[in-house]
């Protein structure tokens, strides 16, 4: 009897396709990952549940386009960081595992346990970051919700597209 998990191939985004994504400098891809968090997250960036990032440096790479965005926090605001700065955690994955994750299609650890998701740095920082995840309650934000419909809608096109 084969007790391994099935591991399904990642749809990956056509190289075509990414090159007017990578024509666009880093710190504008940040800025607009920032500006996006900032509005999803305020009540729990208020609440002061992203204080553990603060004047941490966050990279988010999405591998199959080869994009990197820098992220911090400060004063109780996500910012842009410039690609300079010491990075105490990089996340990496394809687009399509970020879409899963934040669909709450995949969990963190599956993906970190298929090497889809891979977290390099400060691993205290990162179990925080993941544990922050793992405890958003999606149920009681309309906006949380109308995001997670979007994505959970969108999986199976990209899917179908890309694989």
Known sequence: ??????????????????????????????????????LLLNEQIEDGELDFLESKHLCIKVS?????????????????????????IELRASVYDYLQLAARKQDPDTLVFQRKLVMQGNTELGLELKNFLDSLDFESNKDFVKFERLLINSLPIYKRLFS
């Not at 749809?11 to 920032?34: A, F, G, M, N, Q």
Request: proline share 8%; glycine share 0%; hydrophobic share 45%.
């Open 1 to 38: 009897m084969n007790l391994s998990p099935i591991i399904e191939n990642t749809p990956k985004l056509p190289y075509l396709l990414s090159i007017p994504l990578k024509l666009v400098p880093s710190s504008i891809h940040s800025r607009l990952l920032v500006s996006f968090l900032n």
């Open 64 to 88: 199959d386009i080869n994009i990197m965005y820098f992220i911090s926090l400060k004063n109780r605001k996500l910012i842009a960081n410039n690609t300079n700065s010491n990075i105490d």
